[in-house]
């Protein structure tokens, strides 16, 4: 691939490497846990080996590969990294581009409820006016943006990344959304290329900063760390034990695929708790998958 080159992207993983997967899970060795500590020392084991049964018997990821692959992919190399990104454009003359960016851990997967609705909202009981041409990328290090080719990649330079990215496509005038990381992408891209972006939306915001600083401003945002230290929502056990992945130190030196599968349960806990059965994430997340 030349440096400026955009090519079409196609998921395919090998049969061989999902077997793998679902090998490692079934041979899981399973630590022993101290009694009725629940969730104060981490993701219960219990409720992880419900996680992980769930993960071999029941999730299915070629109907996500299929999922995806009926939407429009593409990759280019920007700033020395690999960008996978969905480019669904609309039948409407008239729409609208829009950057989305998706949150943390997650992937691209968060938009495809979207791609629809935005893409063709006359056929979902809108207005044609609010017609979108939808450029999801996938953040440096995720999904199929792998592997990550250097340190550095924090959300200013993922926000000139995707400014730089929209040039290519050939859009001079466009809008940015985005949640948890993109919540502070977004406004980003506002600040570096003020000429082009005609507004941004976020949602579900991580730091404080990104609604506090104007638009007009072309520095970096603040990290806004008291904010997040004290309202951060997950950020904050995510970043701290017993949620953060070594959590599981025992389970980790015996069997090294449950430990990720642990994490995500405890970001999953943390965020909305644990809430019976049917509990399990039924959107994939491909940075794991993959």
Do not use: K
């Amino acid at each position: 691939m030349g440096v400026t080159e955009i090519e079409p992207f196609r998921i395919a993983v090998p049969q061989e490497e999902l077997d793998d997967l679902r090998l490692r899970l079934r041979r899981t060795r399973w630590p022993t846990e101290i009694p009725e500590s629940g969730w104060e020392r981490g993701v219960p084991i219990e409720y992880l080996r419900e996680l992980v049964d769930y993960w071999v018997n029941s999730y299915d990821w070629r109907v996500w590969e299929a999922r995806l692959n009926a939407l429009p992919q593409f990759t280019t190399v920007i700033d020395r990294q690999r960008i996978h990104f969905l480019h669904v454009r609309s039948a409407e003359p008239d729409a609208l581009p829009l950057v989305v960016t998706h949150g943390w851990p997650g992937s691209i997967v968060e938009t495809l409820e979207a791609v629809g609705p935005l893409t063709d909202p006359a056929g979902h009981g809108g207005d044609v006016a609010d017609a979108f041409d939808l450029v999801a990328p996938s953040l440096s290090g995720f999904g199929f943006a792998t592997p990550a080719s250097e340190p550095g990649w924090n959300h200013h330079r993922i926000a000139r990344a995707w400014v730089e990215l929209m040039r290519r496509l050939g859009y001079q005038r466009y809008g940015a959304h985005g949640g948890d990381t993109g919540f502070v992408v977004s406004p980003e891209i506002g600040r570096i290329a003020p000429a082009q972006v005609v507004g941004v939306h976020i949602y579900g915001g991580l730091e404080f900063d990104s609604l506090t600083q104007p638009m007009t401003s072309t520095s970096p945002m603040p990290n806004g760390h008291g904010w997040r230290r004290s309202s951060g929502c997950a950020a904050t056990p995510q970043g701290t034990p017993p949620f953060s992945p070594p959590a599981r130190r025992p389970l980790a030196t015996r069997s090294p695929t449950p430990p990720l599968a642990s994490w995500h349960g405890s970001w999953t806990s943390s965020t909305t708790g644990p809430t019976g059965p049917g509990r399990y994430p039924i959107r994939p997340l491909t940075v794991t998958i993959c």
